[in-house]
């Protein structure tokens, strides 16, 4: 993403506190996964990406692609990014943050109320694919909830400064 872009993503979502992604993300979650069809809308709508990931799991990582959310300004982000582990943080924080609200209490599959918004029949139907695997399921929506490391915005390439982007941690 451009310098320019994430600047009109944060003129356009940010609300001047430190907990706003968290906070939006708690309060606009359901509201996003039900959301109607816009046949004149973005791509990676919710309701057409629960559908493809009826045959393709791996769609389910593109589920919030078109949820707008606050997010810092580009200078918040790169000052985050230029401390030892500073983006790996802020990232571990959000997620800490939004967890309760996308997973169910032992945290090993979507929460109720994820699966609810969803659709009972979606979800059934991803579960099959995933070979039954609930706690899959909850990892692509954490990896769609939470952009890694090296998608996130710099001046110059910091993406493989710390090693493996690629570990999430559900516990």
Do not use: C
Request: no cysteine.
């Amino acid at each position: 993403m451009t310098k320019q872009k994430w600047k009109e993503l944060h003129s356009s979502h940010h609300r001047g506190k430190k907990d706003s992604y968290i906070e939006y993300f708690k309060e606009h979650l359901i509201e996003h996964l039900t959301k109607e069809h816009d046949p004149n809308g973005e791509t990676n709508q919710p309701g057409k990406i629960i559908e493809a990931s009826r045959s393709t799991t791996g769609k389910l990582s593109r589920i919030f692609d078109a949820y707008r959310f606050p997010a810092p300004n580009y200078e918040e982000l790169n000052a985050i990014h230029q401390k030892p582990n500073g983006l790996r943080e802020h990232m571990q924080e959000n997620l800490n943050g939004i967890i309760p609200v996308l997973l169910n209490e032992d945290r090993t599959a979507l929460h109720p109320k994820v699966i609810e918004a969803i659709g009972r029949d979606n979800y059934e139907a991803i579960l099959k694919n995933a070979q039954g695997n609930e706690q899959e399921i909850a990892l692509q929506f954490l990896k769609a909830a939470i952009p890694q490391e090296k998608n996130m915005p710099s001046e110059h390439e910091h993406s493989h400064e710390h090693g493996n982007e690629n570990h999430m941690k559900l516990n």
